[in-house]
């Protein structure tokens, strides 16, 4: 898969370096799995707020399954099996990291792309 990176706006952001790159890490492992060719990661910073969209080119989720996605142990894909990797944990474990950040984790359909748009939505400065 080819893995594009965009960003616009400031330059720093506060946040928890090793659980913010711990949610993209999960995020971007997704995508490339599911990408039929092109991943898509976006960055904006504005004055109060950060947004980073992961997209991808894949089959995207199903509308009726976008909030319980963020459940654990939850594994859309029947054809996964542990021993090909995963257990359902690290949708939940970004939106968990967003949260502590006081932000949101969204899912949605990538309007570029087709198949699938992860945002991470939090503040800026931390406690505002």
Not at 69 to 87: I, K, M, N, Q, V
Not at 103 to 125: C, T
Request: overall charge positive; charged content about 25%.
């Amino acid at each position: 898969a080819v893995l594009s990176v965009q960003a616009e706006g400031a330059s720093w952001v506060e946040a928890e370096p090793r659980y913010l790159h711990r949610a993209l890490q999960n995020l971007v492992s997704n995508a490339m799995r599911y990408a039929e060719g092109k991943v898509l990661i976006s960055c904006q910073v504005g004055y109060k707020r950060c947004r980073i969209d992961v997209e991808d080119d894949g089959p995207g989720v199903p509308e009726e399954a976008w909030e319980r996605l963020f459940s654990p142990f939850l594994r859309l894909d029947d054809s996964r099996t542990r021993a090909s990797g995963g257990h359902g944990l690290g949708l939940s474990i970004v939106r968990r990291i967003i949260y502590w950040h006081g932000g949101r984790a969204q899912i949605g359909r990538s309007d570029s792309l087709g198949g699938a748009r992860f945002s991470l939505v939090w503040p800026r400065q931390q406690g505002e």
